[in-house]
């Protein structure tokens, strides 16, 4: 099966260029304001900077690939917080440009846009820009293994397997939650052999992934033999969460902060979209736009892709709480909320946000991120103001 051709739109080709210049911006801003602000620096970023002076296959809390990537960059850079700071804001811009690829692929050259956009205003990937730590790692990796499996699925050539065998491999010396990633993964190409027209590839599906796995079991193995010389540190720190045993209300009241949290950090993105996409519904009050033509089986397998893997991920760690006492951090589903911006772009609401200027969206996102920044200004200097 041959790579289908992207969907362009008649759009401006400054576009792309102009939603670079925003997202350059967006990055620095959010890394520059900290750090020239004095704002507190995140104990992960401490971290890295103390492993970096000893790089080895693992450290006492997670594997390694975060740190070497650190320790790589100091080759160029000064070792200090500045570097860590300059890398969260690398991997978070890697992470946009791989949303953007996939939602070029998946939809359109105007949906990829928005749904970029989007994103930039979901509060993990505005204050947390500055943060370099596991999570950071693991977010790049959901995105590059999304993106590929997708191009594993489309086009059936060697070359992609083996490349979604070293994003597993990477993702899973970043940390060992990349299980859920690669459960996405397979749970996608197996309601994807379900789906007409598919079922004969069921076969290539399984010697790729045979391949991708086989890659990602070689990346490993040296990881493997450190865990063993060293009597398993990692494996003692995550038993805290995965061990914990919560009795049953606590389960539930685990979960629902869990979800709360990650629901609070995409309101406001939510809110302003549903604000935009009401606007464009009074603009064709008289004039409706016509109704949109049902979904190709191609769009399908797309909707498919985005839902697995932005909704799997938050069902699995549910069912792991509610059914076996899992403690839940709120930081594991830093790597996953970002999808909600291409998944929203598939909806209704998606579909009339294309309807508007581009400028009143920017507005939008401006909007949510200037709120943000203010509050977080604001509890940067309370916090300097009671330290003094």
Known sequence: ???????????????????????????????????????????????????????????AKHPPFPTWVLGATELLLPHGVATTYALGALFTGAMLWLAWLLTDELLDRRRALISVLLICGITYYTSHVRYFNHNTALMLAHAAATLCIWRCAEALRTRWWVLLGLIWGCGALSKYQMALTIACNVVYLALLARQ????????????????????CALLLLPHAYWLVSNDFPTFGY???????????????????EFLGHHIGRAAPMAVVALLLAWLARLRYRQDAPPAPAARTEREHEALLLLQV????????????????????????????????????????????????????????????????????????????????
Do not use: C
């Not at 260029?17 to 750090?35: C, I, S």
């Not at 995550?238 to 009241?253: D, E, I, K, N, V």
């Open 196 to 215: 007409p027209g598919r079922a004969g590839e069921v076969r290539e599906f399984g010697k790729g992934l045979l391949i991708a796995g086989g890659v």
């Open 1 to 59: 099966m041959t790579m289908p051709t992207r969907q362009h739109s008649t759009d401006s080709p400054r576009l792309p260029w102009l939603l670079l210049l925003f997202v350059v911006l967006h990055l620095a801003v959010w890394t520059l304001t900290p750090y020239w602000g004095h704002w507190k620096v995140p104990v992960d970023n401490y971290e890295q900077l103390d492993w970096v002076q000893h790089l080895a296959w693992g450290y």
């Open 309 to 388: 893997h932005a909704l799997l991920p938050f069902a699995l760690m549910t069912l792991l709480s509610l059914l076996g006492g899992v403690a839940l951090q709120i930081h594991w589903g830093t790597a996953y909320l970002w999808l909600l911006g291409p998944l929203l772009m598939t909806t209704t609401v998606g579909r009339r946000l294309t309807h508007l200027p581009l400028w009143l969206v920017v507005a939008g996102v401006l909007l949510v991120e200037g709120s943000t920044m203010l509050n977080l200004a604001q509890a940067a200097a309370r916090s300097a103001g009671s330290a003094g």
């Open 238 to 256: 995550a038993s805290h969460s995965m061990t914990a045993g919560l009795p049953g209300y606590q389960r539930l009241l685990n979960t629902l």
